[in-house]
């Protein structure tokens, strides 16, 4: 072949139907004989239901049945296991957050549907909430990922004591939603004792799984459909409560059932971003060696059930750090239950640590960058593994370059353009990469076109572009002759999208299939016979895998304009370098990178969910108050691949990138901001408030 | 109940609806054109945008009543895989989309952007669809699709299928 296949810029196969808006979300199917459900939302943090009238509801135009706790199906809420969530399924009077589903109201249309919501009387005996942080009960949890919640290598207090230079601050991230444009949906249909699921998920099989143990019935008569799901970013991890509500509320009609979750209802039990407070410790040498670091977080959890935000991730991989100490520890507040957001942990890890980096560079007078090449590790310094790929040390070099870092005044409040102050600075992004067993199908036929089949979703990070693509490199022949088949529990089983190992784990098993199907056609002439061929398999990370640690690796660089007068500040110019190993499509990895570092930007500028201390509740559940960057907000991006080979990493050689953009980039916009005003702001998100003194 | 009667893309349509259902629910549960999306409930998002008498409108804003006696232009109306508008091309080109939720309204809201600025700056394109919010993209891309489809659209380049986009052999 004259091109190469693997890394090129394809457009995306689905690119027409969602330019035309002929493709469909969960929300867009519509069965024979649909009716709508409503959530009736909790309006009290803390308590229990006394009472609810649902008499004015049920008389409504349309309305089929208000389910309510005294009505509902009785089902199994709890979990299937740790790293499942208890759901709210109106088995019990128990209140413990804000937005929790109460009743559920089941009319003809969706206007009646809402309507009818509306006229649920729920009265509640309300009890004080707790939702600051400070305030909980503290924990420290029974394991992190099958990790200790505390940890320690060498002599992190003595060297600490003796540290020429030590440097400890506080460091606040609040929660934050991950508020895809998608919203929840579910749409169930019962035919006899077979469930028929459309649902905007992650992870088909693990709705089916979720589904089959609260209604007790073989996961085999669950059939799961998530058709284009409208982005994710961690939210449509976990089955929540809605899915079962939708398909109790089916049983209880008697017909398919559409539930649509609003934006308000966003904020309610679909999982958020934990609020951290991270204490760090830096003990360094004059030269700006780290002799120690130390890395405390206190994270909220809901009452009953446990999430960790493992921040320490970050800064427990990252650097060459002899003496190391980190704790996790929870809080138990009335909000519903966290979950994985978009780089969990290295996201909300980085800021405080590399934060506290650029703290640190300042002290001693050291440039930041050069601080962290005097810190750069050639192994994972916690495992002392070898990492199966590190380009680190070039992406610092490649975005210092383009952004001209070395042309940077080092002294604060030094620059300006007009009335503006102009400050840069930089952060280094890391992120673990994962893979998980899959299963694919590839079946060739007798004309040589390829069909692949794996169970995994499409949430905008081009999975049926670039699946076909590491095919057809292997089948050396073009991509568009391999078409891939996805989104649903009748196709072969692959692992949750998420946690970045989609690349690792569909990729390997499709370039393990390709590479026996090619063995079969080379033992065939190079000529699939009338039938064709048709290769399954389960690929599985083999044993020595372990031996390497993989992580993609970034370097963010960031220039910012502070109004001295308005405390406002705007993102000017942002540079990222990547190694994610080797590319598989250079055009959607690329927004990949764009999209993380939007993030970041977001993280350091605007997102914050705001609790009202007294009542417990949210007050800004909406998109006009929880504030994400619009395109105004947003400056050009430029995005560095440095693609290489990761042999080590897994069969595609593809490191996860859909996370590493966000890791680091709001310290690099909160560490230009220090440099333009002098102001180092600890808690993000930075307000104008916290700029004007 | 009311009777409303609507042009959409092209099209008569007379219905009987209640005077609360808004435009947005009146195009995808009764004409079933299921390309405009609902993203937020407080008009803040976009996603719902059409053209209503060639001006971009948020459909969750408009009461489907309030339609009646104009013409709406959804996604479905600004151009099929048989001919595809040049915003359109240029959205799947430039990949100004991944998981493609913003993207009917956010080519809607841009083709209004264009007759009103014909050839506008980075900038001008920045504020000018500061209305719609996309989540995954970071923006550039979109910024890169309207610049193209300016240009594309000032040539008055023919539009073009997908067929004729593809690569040779695709199906």
Same mark, same amino acid.
């Given at each position: 072949?004259?091109?190469?296949?693997?890394?090129?810029?394809?457009?995306?196969?689905?690119?027409?139907?969602?330019?035309?808006?002929?493709?469909?979300?969960?929300?867009?199917?519509?069965?024979?004989?649909?009716?709508?459900?409503?959530?009736?939302?909790?309006?009290?943090?803390?308590?229990?239901?006394?009472?609810? %009238?649902?008499?004015?509801?049920?008389?409504?135009?349309?309305?089929?049945?208000?389910?309510?706790?005294?009505?509902?199906?009785?089902?199994?809420?709890?979990?299937?296991?740790?790293?499942?969530?208890?759901?709210?399924? +109106?088995?019990?009077?128990?209140?413990?957050? %804000?937005?929790?589903?109460?009743?559920?109201?089941?009319?003809?249309? &969706?206007?009646?549907?809402?309507? =009818?919501?509306?006229?649920?009387?729920?009265?509640?005996?309300?009890?004080?909430?707790?939702?600051?942080?400070?305030?909980?009960?503290?924990?420290?949890?029974?394991?992190? &990922?099958?990790?200790?919640?505390?940890?320690?290598?060498?002599?992190?207090?003595?060297?600490?004591?003796?540290?020429?230079?030590? +440097?400890?601050?506080?460091?606040?991230?609040?929660?934050?939603?991950?508020?895809?444009?998608?919203?929840?949906?579910?749409?169930?249909?019962?035919?006899?004792?077979?469930?028929?699921?459309?649902?905007?998920?992650?992870?088909?099989?693990?709705?089916?799984?979720?589904?089959? =143990?609260?209604?007790?019935?073989?996961?085999?008569?669950?059939?799961?459909?998530?058709?284009?799901?409208?982005?994710?970013?961690?939210?449509?991890?976990?089955?929540?409560?809605?899915?079962?509500?939708?398909?109790?509320?089916?049983?209880?009609?008697?017909?398919?059932?559409?539930?649509?979750?609003?934006?308000?209802?966003?904020?309610?039990?679909?999982?958020?971003?934990?609020?951290?407070?991270?204490?760090?410790?830096?003990?360094?040498?004059?030269?700006?060696?780290?002799?120690?670091?130390?890395?405390?977080?206190?994270?909220?959890?809901?009452?009953?059930?446990?999430?960790?935000?493992?921040?320490?991730?970050?800064?427990?991989?990252? !650097?060459?750090?002899?003496?190391?100490?980190?704790?996790?520890?929870?809080?138990?507040?009335?909000? /519903?239950?966290?979950?994985?957001?978009?780089?969990?942990?290295?996201?909300?890890?980085?800021?405080?640590?590399?934060? =506290?980096?650029?703290?640190?560079?300042?002290?001693?007078?050291? %440039?930041?960058?050069?601080?962290?090449?005097?810190? !750069?590790?050639?192994?994972?310094?916690?495992?002392?593994?070898?990492?199966?790929?590190?380009?680190?040390?070039?992406?610092?070099?490649?975005?210092?370059?383009?952004?001209?870092?070395?042309?940077?005044?080092?002294?604060?409040?030094?620059?300006?353009?007009?009335?503006?102050?102009?400050?840069?600075?930089?952060?280094?992004?890391?992120?673990?990469?994962?893979?998980?067993?899959?299963?694919?199908?590839?079946?060739?036929?007798?004309?040589?076109?390829?069909?692949?089949?794996?169970?995994?979703?499409?949430?905008?990070?081009?999975?049926?572009?670039?699946?076909?693509?590491?095919?057809?490199?292997?089948?050396?022949?073009?991509?568009?002759?391999?078409?891939?088949? &996805?989104?649903?529990?009748?196709?072969?089983?692959?692992?949750?999208?998420?946690?970045?190992?989609?690349?690792?784990?569909?990729?390997?098993?499709?370039?393990?299939?390709?590479?026996?199907?090619?063995?079969?056609?080379? /033992?065939?002439?190079?000529?699939?016979?009338?039938?064709? &061929?048709?290769?399954?398999?389960?690929?599985?990370?083999?044993?020595?895998?372990?031996?390497?640690?993989?992580?993609?690796?970034?370097?963010?660089?960031?220039?910012?304009?502070?109004?001295?007068?308005?405390?406002?500040?705007?993102?000017?110019?942002?540079?990222?370098?990547?190694?994610?190993?080797?590319?598989?499509?250079?055009?959607?990895?690329?927004?990949?990178?764009?999209?993380?570092?939007?993030?970041?930007?977001?993280?350091?500028?605007?997102?914050?969910?705001?609790?009202?201390?007294?009542?417990?509740?949210?007050?800004?559940?909406?998109?006009?108050? !929880?504030?994400?960057?619009?395109?105004?907000?947003?400056?050009?991006?430029?995005?560095?691949?440095?693609?290489?080979?990761?042999?080590?990493?897994?069969?595609?050689?593809?490191?996860?990138?859909?996370?590493?953009?966000?890791?680091?980039?709001?310290?690099?916009?909160?560490?230009?901001?220090?440099?333009?005003?002098?102001?180092?702001?600890?808690?993000?998100?930075?307000?104008?408030?916290?700029?004007?003194? | 109940?009311?009777?409303?009667?609507?042009?959409?893309?092209?099209?008569?349509?007379?219905?009987?609806?209640?005077?609360?259902?808004?435009?947005?629910?009146?195009?995808?549960?009764?004409?079933?054109?299921?390309?405009?999306?609902?993203?937020?409930?407080?008009?803040?998002?976009?996603?719902?945008?059409?053209?209503?008498?060639?001006?971009?409108?948020?459909?969750?804003?408009?009461?489907?009543?309030?339609?009646?006696?104009?013409?709406?232009?959804? $996604?479905?109306?600004?151009?099929?895989?048989?001919?595809?508008?040049?915003?359109?091309?240029?959205?799947?080109?430039?990949?100004?989309?991944?998981?493609?939720?913003?993207?009917?309204?956010? $080519?809607?809201?841009?083709?209004?952007?264009?007759?009103?600025?014909?050839?506008?700056?980075?900038?001008?394109?920045?504020?000018? $669809?500061?209305?719609?919010?996309?989540?995954?993209?970071?923006?550039?891309?979109?910024?890169?699709?309207?610049?193209?489809?300016?240009?594309?659209?000032?040539?008055?380049?023919?539009?073009?299928?997908?067929?004729?986009?593809?690569?040779?052999?695709?199906?």
């Amino acid at each position: 072949m004259s091109q190469p296949v693997l890394g090129a810029p394809l457009d995306r196969v689905e690119g027409p139907g969602k330019v035309t808006g002929r493709i469909a979300y969960t929300a867009d199917n519509d069965i024979p004989g649909m009716v709508h459900a409503v959530v009736v939302e909790s309006t009290i943090a803390n308590g229990r239901i006394a009472a609810i %009238d649902e008499s004015a509801a049920r008389s409504a135009p349309g309305v089929i049945a208000i389910m309510t706790p005294r009505n509902a199906p009785r089902v199994d809420a709890r979990k299937v296991d740790a790293n499942d969530s208890l759901l709210f399924l +109106l088995q019990g009077d128990a209140v413990e957050f %804000d937005r929790q589903p109460v009743a559920v109201a089941i009319a003809e249309t &969706f206007e009646q549907a809402t309507y =009818a919501a509306r006229l649920v009387r729920v009265r509640y005996d309300v009890r004080p909430p707790t939702t600051a942080l400070a305030s909980g009960e503290r924990f420290l949890p029974d394991q992190i &990922f099958g990790k200790p919640a505390q940890h320690k290598r060498g002599m992190p207090e003595d060297a600490f004591a003796r540290a020429a230079v030590t +440097l400890k601050q506080t460091y606040r991230t609040p929660t934050e939603h991950h508020n895809p444009m998608e919203t929840h949906a579910t749409i169930a249909q019962w035919t006899g004792d077979r469930l028929t699921i459309y649902d905007a998920t992650q992870w088909v099989f693990g709705v089916q799984h979720r589904l089959a =143990a609260t209604f007790g019935i073989d996961p085999k008569a669950i059939r799961v459909v998530a058709p284009f799901v409208g982005g994710a970013f961690g939210c449509k991890g976990q089955t929540w409560s809605h899915v079962p509500l939708a398909a109790m509320a089916a049983r209880l009609a008697g017909r398919p059932v559409k539930l649509v979750v609003t934006r308000p209802q966003m904020f309610g039990w679909v999982g958020h971003r934990p609020q951290t407070e991270q204490v760090v410790g830096l003990g360094a040498a004059r030269d700006g060696t780290l002799a120690a670091v130390t890395h405390d977080v206190l994270s909220e959890t809901s009452m009953s059930d446990e999430f960790v935000e493992p921040s320490v991730v970050f800064s427990r991989d990252l !650097y060459a750090v002899p003496n190391y100490a980190m704790s996790d520890t929870l809080s138990r507040l009335n909000i /519903s239950k966290p979950t994985y957001q978009r780089g969990p942990g290295e996201s909300t890890g980085s800021f405080a640590m590399e934060s =506290a980096m650029d703290e640190l560079s300042y002290a001693l007078g050291i %440039d930041p960058l050069e601080l962290r090449l005097r810190n !750069y590790s050639a192994n994972d310094p916690d495992s002392g593994k070898p990492y199966s790929s590190k380009r680190l040390r070039e992406c610092y070099a490649a975005a210092a370059a383009q952004f001209g870092w070395s042309a940077r005044n080092p002294k604060v409040r030094s620059t300006s353009r007009g009335r503006m102050l102009v400050g840069s600075g930089m952060a280094t992004a890391s992120r673990a990469t994962h893979r998980s067993p899959c299963t694919v199908r590839m079946r060739m036929n007798a004309d040589g076109n390829v069909l692949v089949q794996c169970g995994t979703i499409e949430q905008g990070t081009g999975t049926p572009t670039v699946y076909p693509q590491l095919a057809a490199e292997i089948l050396e022949i073009p991509p568009e002759r391999v078409r891939f088949e &996805f989104g649903n529990t009748d196709l072969p089983a692959a692992p949750i999208a998420a946690g970045s190992q989609t690349s690792g784990s569909v990729g390997s098993a499709v370039v393990v299939a390709a590479r026996r199907m090619r063995e079969l056609l080379v /033992s065939h002439d190079g000529k699939p016979p009338a039938d064709g &061929f048709e290769v399954e398999l389960e690929d599985s990370p083999p044993p020595e895998e372990a031996e390497h640690a993989t992580q993609a690796f970034g370097a963010h660089f960031a220039e910012v304009e502070v109004d001295p007068d308005l405390g406002t500040v705007r993102v000017t110019r942002f540079v990222g370098a990547f190694d994610g190993g080797r590319i598989l499509n250079a055009k959607t990895a690329r927004s990949q990178m764009l999209g993380g570092i939007v993030w970041g930007i977001s993280m350091a500028l605007f997102e914050d969910t705001r609790y009202d201390a007294r009542s417990g509740r949210i007050m800004n559940a909406n998109l006009s108050e !929880y504030l994400v960057p619009t395109n105004a907000d947003i400056p050009d991006v430029e995005v560095i691949l440095i693609a290489g080979d990761d042999p080590f990493a897994n069969p595609a050689g593809a490191k996860g990138i859909g996370e590493v953009g966000i890791c680091g980039s709001a310290a690099a916009v909160a560490n230009a901001v220090y440099h333009a005003t002098g102001i180092r702001i600890r808690d993000l998100p930075i307000t104008p408030d916290k700029l004007i003194r | 109940m009311e009777t409303v009667n609507i042009e959409v893309n092209g099209r008569s349509y007379s219905n009987e609806v209640e005077p609360r259902l808004l435009l947005v629910h009146y195009l995808r549960d009764t004409l079933g054109l299921t390309g405009t999306h609902v993203g937020c409930d407080t008009s803040s998002c976009g996603a719902c945008t059409v053209l209503l008498d060639g001006i971009s409108v948020k459909s969750c804003t408009v009461f489907a009543a309030q339609a009646g006696g104009h013409a709406v232009t959804t $996604i479905e109306g600004i151009g099929n895989s048989g001919a595809l508008h040049p915003m359109q091309e240029a959205f799947w080109a430039k990949h100004g989309l991944q998981c493609g939720f913003c993207t009917p309204g956010m $080519i809607v809201s841009c083709i209004d952007l264009l007759r009103r600025n014909p050839d506008p700056s980075d900038a001008e394109i920045r504020a000018g $669809i500061e209305g719609n919010l996309c989540r995954c993209t970071g923006y550039e891309n979109i910024v890169r699709a309207v610049r193209a489809a300016a240009a594309a659209m000032k040539a008055d380049e023919p539009r073009r299928s997908v067929a004729e986009l593809l690569p040779v052999g695709a199906s």
